[in-house]
């Protein structure tokens, strides 16, 4: 029984009870909440429920508890069930019940974990989206790992996401890069403003290979060919990165395309057609301030350009044409004011503005020897995301982006990640699932076939430590849920981390391969089993980070 199935159990119970005495059942919740006691003394699962609507429902909370108590301890599926100071409800699963979430995990395999909570909706996940002037640098390496990571996890919900890369091929950004470029072909120093390191130095020689004699044209013929190709290496280049990281985009979106097709354009009309933008001081302003933005935003400058928000009006409008009913964007620390501009934004043309999103992170510091790493090889100025899984693999970079909040600056220790010891959290997790697979192995070598779920007697999983186990493996589904809900696929990190915690204190405590006679025994059976199922939720929580599970290590 899942804490899931649990919860449905006590509000039915709960339903038939009130019932029963003439009390309005209206007052319980749609959605009753069960958790796991910090002390296992407790109880296996604690619910506050009676004491949640003991009130509403004129009944004092512990009386409401007794009453829920006497019902819900008549279930073969509860061991006991006690009330608690002014009215917890402690219970504990019977055997057999609790070795259900073990025969539940080994039948829905890789799809456990797995719900509906956005089944159906159409989500555009923006992410990345880095100037295409240099490497993918550390910020973009966060989102590149978070990004993928949580448009798994709203798939694991069913939603259809759609992974899109903004491409900011327009402005003076490129402006810079060209004569960055220029100068690097000509061997003459960076410019002032320009962008440094060996990166430039190879695109620019690269550039004159492919377009011999672009020095001996005309200004204007000759950076417009740095642009054309140069731009075009450099974003080749980010692409094969992200995807060596496997993080993979769907829709590659060109900025300059808003521009050159007139959408910039179109949507700046209908904005004043609608009275959303006026002209103040020789610009054009949208009134953003009328919709929950803190100020008025220049749209078109006072020369007539357009500014950087009439792009993101336009896209934003191209999004919602495209059908997608949230547009999801993940932005670096400097992008803060853009929650309330996109919102603004969308109201102002009419839109909901709950269908746009705005996530916010921030800084991601790297340290070896106590030192913080600032220089990278090539780029010169920054470390990439090349630098970082050139150091340490995809797997330990992946794992070490995703596990805290990207709402929080992070400090990932090179010299930690790159141990082969149980300190390191992604060697930790995946060295459990390579220990579960060399089990099942060494299982076989033996001549032990553990057969189907079905047929294995997990009412024999008895001990506490297998108890511990087993109703961890039946959190994930809560976990992967929260995830996604919360837009934090660190959940499904740490969790993993709880994982393979109660895996391995579980095999210390309890011998799964028994010697002699006992070697194909019941209980070896069961526990086998239980092994399985956790290496299976290993995999697929794995699998959610974009993290191999190895068999062996």
């Known amino acids: 029984m899942t804490p899931a199935a649990l919860a449905e ?5 709960a339903v038939d009870v009130l019932s029963a005495r003439g009390v309005d059942t209206s007052v319980l919740p749609e959605n009753v909440t069960v958790e796991r006691p910090r002390n296992p003394e407790h109880g296996d699962y604690a619910t506050n429920l009676a004491m949640q609507v003991g009130k509403r429902a004129g009944v004092a909370p512990r009386e409401l508890a007794g009453w829920l108590a006497e019902s819900l301890a008549q279930r073969e599926e509860i061991d006991s069930a006690e009330v608690a100071g002014p009215g917890f409800l402690n219970l504990r699963l019977a055997a057999d019940a609790q070795g259900a979430i073990v025969r539940d995990v080994l039948t829905k ?3 456990f974990g797995s719900g509906d909570l956005y089944q159906g909706l159409r989500v555009n996940l923006e992410f990345v989206s880095a100037n295409p002037t240099g490497p993918i ?8 790992a978070a990004g993928d990571a949580l448009g798994r996890v709203l798939q694991a919900q069913g939603a259809e996401v759609t992974r899109e890369y903004y491409f900011n091929d327009a402005g003076a950004q490129i402006d810079r890069f060209v004569n960055s470029l220029v100068a690097a072909a000509k061997g003459e120093e960076t410019p002032e403003d320009g962008y ?4 430039i130095g190879e695109i620019a020689s690269e550039v004159l290979r492919r377009e011999p004699g672009t020095l001996e044209l005309p200004a204007a013929e000759r950076d417009e060919v740095f642009r054309r190709t140069g731009v075009g290496l450099m974003f080749d280049e980010i692409k094969r990165s992200l995807h060596e990281f496997r993080t993979n985009f769907d829709v590659f979106f060109h900025e300059d395309s808003l521009h050159n097709s007139g959408a910039v354009t179109e949507s700046l009309e209908r904005l004043k057609e609608s009275g959303n933008l006026y002209e103040a001081e020789g ?12 100020k008025d935003r220049v749209v078109i400058k006072s020369d007539g350009a357009p500014a950087y928000i009439a792009g993101d009006i336009a896209y934003l409008r191209d999004k919602r044409d495209r059908d997608f009913e949230l547009c999801l964007y993940m932005l670096g620390a400097d992008h803060h004011g853009y929650i309330s501009r996109l919102k603004a934004a969308a109201a102002a043309m009419g839109d909901d503005p709950d269908s746009v999103e705005v996530l916010i992170g921030q800084l991601v510091n790297l340290v070896r020897e106590g030192e913080p790493v600032r220089m990278s090889k090539r780029a010169g100025t920054v470390v990439t995301l090349e630098d970082l899984v050139e150091a340490v693999g995809v797997d330990a970079a992946r794992y070490s982006l995703i596990r805290s909040s990207v709402d929080s600056p992070v400090d990932i220790d090179l ?7 149980n300190d390191n959290p992604v060697f930790y997790v995946q060295y459990a699932h390579a220990r579960l697979s060399s089990l099942q192995r060494n299982a076989v070598s033996l001549g032990i076939d553990r057969g189907s779920a079905t047929e294995a007697d997990l009412g024999l ?3 506490d430590r297998e108890g511990d186990l087993i109703r961890t493996l039946g959190e994930f589904p809560r976990v992967v849920h929260s995830a996604a809900e919360l837009r934090e696929p660190h959940r499904v990190a740490r969790y993993l981390e709880d994982l393979a915690s109660a895996y391995h204190r579980f095999y210390d405590s309890c011998r799964v391969l028994q010697p002699g006679d006992d070697a194909a025994g019941p209980l070896t059976i069961a526990r086998l089993q239980l092994c399985e199922a956790t290496r299976q939720v290993l ?6 980070l974009g993290v191999s599970a190895p068999e062996q290590m």
Do not use: C, M, P, Q
């Open 9 to 13: 159990l006590v509000r039915t119970t």
């Open 109 to 111: 395999a890789e799809t």
């Open 137 to 144: 640098h550390l910020g973009g390496s966060r989102w590149a």
């Open 196 to 199: 440094g390191g060996a990166y």
């Open 283 to 294: 610009a054009w302003w949208l009134r953003s301030s009328e919709f929950g933005d803190d």
């Open 415 to 421: 010299d930690l990640i790159s141990k082969h010891t």
């Open 461 to 463: 999983l008895t001990h």
């Open 539 to 544: 995999a697929n929580g794995l699998s959610l």
